[in-house]
């Protein structure tokens, strides 16, 4: 599990498309929306924001989906 990543981090996740690369932005503990998608995050229950590396997109991933790269 990822729950020590930290912004600036290099992380990679699986999609449908293979794995995908980005960079941590943020630790999200609150509620919130990106691109429309409601991202149901917590205190108790984090979840990421990522920066993709090919499409520059944000995205909402929750801990254990996340892999930390050097």
Known sequence: MAKDLHKGDHVEWETSQGKTRGVVE???TSPTH???H?????KDDPQFIVKSEKSGKKAAHKPEAL????
Do not use: H
């Open 38 to 42: 409601k991202v149901a995050a917590s």
């Open 67 to 70: 892999r930390k790269t050097s």
């Open 26 to 28: 943020k630790k999200q």
């Open 34 to 36: 990106i691109k429309g």
